[in-house]
């Protein structure tokens, strides 16, 4: 498993996604391979990784961040994608919509624009005397 040494962060996210799968009847080494890559934010290594991964010719790719998930994108427009963690997924030339993403790109945005009026709504119904955001 290739990660960063040590990281409880990505142990944790490693643990949580490869039982997640196995109680929906994917167990890696037995009807699941998961190759692992993480870059920790190094342009280079993103990069890197995605065409590897790419070379591999999997039956899906799953990433997180929208740097990764651009790499994925520059790499391959056949290989399907799930992303999660990324910010504005539209904006970003991701997908065409989020009801219809098209492509071969779907996943999780982390963000989703009209909802930043709606959580200063709410702000200002906590806390009526808030005038400055």
Partial sequence: MAGPAGDPLWKG???I?????SSLGWRAGDNLTIEWRWA???GALIERYASE???LAPD??????????AALLRATRTI????ARVTDPVAQGFVRSLASPGGNATGFADYDPPLAGKWLSM???LSPRVTRA
Avoid: H, K, W, Y
Avoid at 60 to 69: D, E, G, H
Avoid at 80 to 83: G, L, N
């Fill in 13 to 15: 996210f490693a643990d």
């Fill in 40 to 42: 920790g934010g190094e």
């Fill in 60 to 69: 899906v790719i799953f990433c997180q961040t929208s740097p990764a998930t």
């Fill in 123 to 125: 702000l200002t119904q």
């Fill in 80 to 83: 399907p994608i799930v992303f």
């Fill in 53 to 55: 991964l790419v070379a």
């Fill in 17 to 21: 996604f490869t039982r997640t799968l």
